[in-house]
């Protein structure tokens, strides 16, 4: 009789460790495709943060270039009203001492 039960439990020992590592196997396969779709799910939103990031900074860069060419515009609006003017004032003096000069030569 204990040569029965030993090769019984040998028996056991056969199929149970097998069947133990099949188990093992399916609960960390399971656990690796859980994180692996997590992993996958964190590095969707981490391309897409960084792309609105990269696009915010393109933006940015845009504005930024677009506010100092409106200033430079502004400054050379600036420079050629007075201009303008300067010669506008030129002008109207030079017709204000030619009125003058036809008003006291009449």
Do not use: C
């Not at 196997?25 to 656990?31: A, E, G, H, R, W």
């Not at 990031?53 to 600036?78: C, F, I, P, S």
Request: hydrophobic residues 40%.
């Amino acid at each position: 009789m204990p040569e029965t039960t030993d090769s019984t439990i040998d028996k056991l020992k056969v199929w149970a460790f097998p069947a133990l590592l099949g188990v093992l196997n399916i609960v960390l396969t399971s656990q690796i495709s859980s994180y692996t779709s997590k992993i996958e799910e964190t590095n969707k939103v981490i391309t897409e943060l960084s792309t609105t990031v990269k696009l915010e900074t393109l933006e940015r860069q845009y504005l930024t270039q677009r506010v100092t060419n409106l200033e430079a515009a502004k400054a050379d609006a600036a420079a050629t009203h007075k201009e303008f003017d300067q010669r506008l004032n030129s002008l109207e003096q030079r017709a204000a001492m030619y009125d003058q000069f036809m008003s006291t030569h009449k």
